[in-house]
């Protein structure tokens, strides 16, 4: 089966800082890769996915990601933090064949000003 | 469109007590998905839904632990008896595609 691993549980930045939150995944096949990301008391939203095609997927809020097959991983930037970036980010990686996703341990973003 | 429905909110239990929850999913969306979200932790997938066929619940608790998506619409999750273990917030998710979930606002339990 299919695995995340998300590496740092809790990432701070300062605001217009870079933004570079790390994925590494395990999979037998060829993954569907995403982030979602859980604002503070507010449901999980995509933030963005990866199924085929262009390797580097934009998603909301200038949010970024690359799906590296050499590296196994899917990290997610964005070039300058703001406050309302603070949440807690999840990676997910998804199986082709019966759509099963998989999330990791998350990573909490704390945006100091 | 209406979002993902689950109720009830809030629940709080004592241990070997049973609870259902329940869950609505956006019209159309032929897959739905429940995970359990323990404190600090990422959701676990329990089971998946397509239309009313099991896809997969390798990791849902079956001593414990029964769902079912009757006419492939609505769907309830149950725990019986209830561990203090069990305390976490119970998603529901639906997806058209396959790909993108859409969640509801989940319900969470707490076992006293």
């Known amino acids: 089966a299919q695995s995340v691993t998300q590496l740092g549980s809790h990432v701070s930045v300062s605001e217009g800082a870079l933004v570079l939150l790390r994925c590494n995944y395990s999979s037998s096949v060829p993954p569907y890769l995403f982030w979602y990301v859980q604002y503070p008391n507010q449901g999980l939203q995509l933030l963005l996915k990866y199924t085929t095609g262009a390797t580097l997927v934009k998603g909301i809020n200038g949010f970024e990601a690359e799906f590296k097959k050499s590296e196994t991983s899917f990290h997610l930037t964005k070039p300058s933090a703001h406050m309302s970036d603070a949440a807690e980010y999840f990676c997910v990686v998804s199986d082709m064949r019966d759509n099963d996703m998989r999330f990791g341990a998350g990573t909490r973003l704390t945006v100091k000003p | 469109e209406a979002g993902v429905a689950q109720s009830p909110r809030y629940k709080i239990i004592e241990k070997r007590q049973s609870v259902a929850f329940w869950c609505n999913p956006i019209s159309g969306h032929a897959t739905l998905y429940w995970y359990q979200q323990i404190l600090g932790q990422g959701p676990k997938l329990l089971i998946q839904?397509?239309?009313?066929?099991?896809?997969?619940d390798s990791q849902l608790p079956k001593d414990r632990f029964s769902a079912e998506r009757l006419k492939g619409v609505d769907s309830t999750l149950k725990i019986q008896p209830a561990k203090l273990e069990d305390s976490a917030v119970y998603l529901c998710a639906s997806s058209l595609e396959g790909l993108t979930l859409h969640f509801g606002n989940g319900t969470r339990l707490t076992v006293t």
């Open positions: 839904f397509q239309n009313n066929g099991v896809v997969d």
